[in-house]
């Protein structure tokens, strides 16, 4: 972070100029997120359905085979889409899931409950867990992240099916760019791009990037998350639409109206007031929290606190609160991880302080940290108001388990 870069948080939200994936801000000190949500109360969400109900028609298979590609996991929004799609839109989905290996049994439920409430058809994507954990330790001495080959696999394998089984359609739920830092209009309707996939999700290195500047990956490790060529893609026309740009978004009310439709399991996450989002991974909201945490100066706390104030279930004085109560938690499965990845709690630890950004982070005496501290003090509403997240489950991990995750079919 270089010092003439001017410091700015948003007047509204949490976010400020610092925001990894960027972010400008008005006249009067409101970030583009805050602005592109507001286009949330602004525009003809039954004209957007309409919209999208005529998209998506010219797609219905005409065989009496698949409609379209629905990408799954066991939480965020998959429960929602599929509502959507089949009951909505009246499409028949292909589902596809990327074995993430870091599942908890919690997870596991919500996939089967899933599959057998929406009667669909599904694939999952297991990858050789040697192959994956070597590709984890790569990543995580490379770049900081123990999470590359989750998205890279999340993203990848819809496209895969999709050029395989030439299903042109893939449908996801809300853009993130779009959701967290305004970076497109829902009136861009901007659609799945391997570019952004590259450059945010999977920050900046494709498995081919892999290949060439790291020994000690092959193409043997990588090959099943490289992205179909560009010419078979335009062949079959495959595209990956975001319900978001048609269907007003709120990952928190829809959750909850998944909960009373179809059973959806939540439970207490350790770094967030959320219990709904990332129910499936032992280390989303754990180790990988943790290194956005060090890489950015803020946490995914900050990013559902934010997300809430804009739907006005938060102020900024409660919102600052619960960032305070949850963004220093520590992981409560740090040992998992390690025996998973073979790795001691102390190397772990050496990489983790590694990969703090020195701009934000300063070491004050060995191990022990502070993080800079830029904005101003402001004046807030002292008024707390209370969130309340619904919880009807938990995260054990039963020692029948043996120190390692849950997977699928065989792993090691």
């Known amino acids: 972070m270089n010092n003439k870069i001017k410091y700015q948080q948003c007047k509204k939200c949490l976010y400020n100029s610092f925001h990894p994936l960027g972010i400008q801000f008005n006249e009067n000190g409101i970030c583009s997120g805050c602005e592109i949500h507001e286009e949330k109360n602004t525009l003809d969400w039954p004209f957007r359905l309409n ?20 990408p799954i996991t066991g939480a965020q929004d998959s429960y929602y889409i599929l509502h959507i799609v089949k ?24 996939l089967s409950n899933l599959r057998i409430k929406f009667d669909c058809d599904i694939i999952f994507k297991n990858v050789n867990p040697h192959s994956v954990k070597k590709i984890t330790k790569g990543t995580l001495d490379k770049f900081g992240s123990i999470y590359w080959h989750c998205l890279a696999g999340h993203t ?18 809300e853009h993130q760019g779009l959701q967290q830092v305004g970076m497109f209009s829902h009136l861009h309707e901007v659609e799945m791009t391997r570019r952004y996939r590259k450059d945010h999700d999977l920050m900046g290195y494709e498995a081919e990037d892999l290949i060439k500047e790291d020994d000690f990956l092959s193409e ?60 499936d991974s032992y280390v989303y909201m754990g180790i990988h929290d943790i290194l956005k945490y060090y890489k950015n ?41 390690c025996n998973w990845l073979n790795i001691d709690r102390r190397s ?49 991990f039963k020692k029948e388990y043996k120190n390692n995750y849950i997977t699928f079919d065989k792993g090691i």
Request: charge should be positive.
């Open 51 to 70: 919209k999208l109900k005529k998209i998506v028609k010219e797609y219905k298979s005409k065989k009496n085979n698949y409609d379209c590609i629905v």
């Open 348 to 396: 772990l630890k050496f990489i983790l302080n590694e990969n703090r950004n020195k701009n934000l982070w300063k070491e004050v005496s060995p191990n022990k940290w502070i993080k800079n501290n830029f904005y101003e003090k402001e004046n807030l509403n002292q008024i707390n108001k209370k969130i309340i997240y619904k919880i009807n489950s938990n995260l054990i």
């Open 220 to 279: 043997s490790d990588l090959h099943e998350y490289i992205y179909p060529e560009d010419n078979l893609i335009e062949q079959i026309g495959i595209r990956g639409i975001y319900l978001g740009n048609y269907i007003r978004w709120d990952p928190k009310s829809q959750h909850e109206k998944m909960i009373k439709t179809y059973n959806f399991k939540s439970a207490q996450l350790p770094r967030t007031f959320d219990t709904y989002d990332y129910v």
């Open 87 to 110: 009951n909505v839109l009246r499409l028949n989905p292909l589902l596809v899931n990327y074995n993430k290996y870091y599942n908890t049994p919690l997870g596991i439920h919500n």
């Open 297 to 337: 100066g803020f946490s995914k706390v900050t990013d559902h606190a934010c997300r809430e104030i804009r739907y006005g279930r938060l102020n900024k004085y409660s919102a600052k609160k619960l960032i305070k109560k949850f963004e220093n938690k520590t992981d409560n499965y740090i040992n998992l991880f």
């Open 156 to 173: 990848v394998f819809p496209v895969q099916v999709a050029s395989k089984m030439r299903i042109p359609l893939i449908i996801w739920g």
